[in-house]
């Protein structure tokens, strides 16, 4: 950080731009991904992805709300997104499964 400060940047600003080239970063990612599977037509997942989003905005939200994170807060936080992955998991592979299973047939 003390390079940054020597050329006139404080950490706010550092901050600001890191989390805008990692949103960058993410969408240049994410971008090929959600082509790949509009062309699929896989309406099944795009809906996961965007009640995902929504659902971790809204908790988040909540949170800012309330105004103190503790203990239990985390521990949601955690077993949210643990609950998230394990249902996009399961999409993932029943989605990948029926794929295959048509382009053999």
Known sequence: MAHFR?????DE?????SIFFG???IYFVTKPVISFLIALNSTKLLCYVISSL?????FFVVVLIIGEI???T???VKFSLQALGVFGGALWVIH???YLRRKRI
Do not use: K
């Open 6 to 10: 020597s050329l006139g940047l404080t």
């Open 96 to 98: 990948v499964f029926n």
């Open 74 to 76: 985390l521990q949601l």
């Open 70 to 72: 503790r203990g239990l």
């Open 54 to 58: 929504i659902f971790i905005v809204a």
């Open 23 to 25: 949103i960058i970063g």
């Open 13 to 17: 600003m550092v901050y600001s731009i």
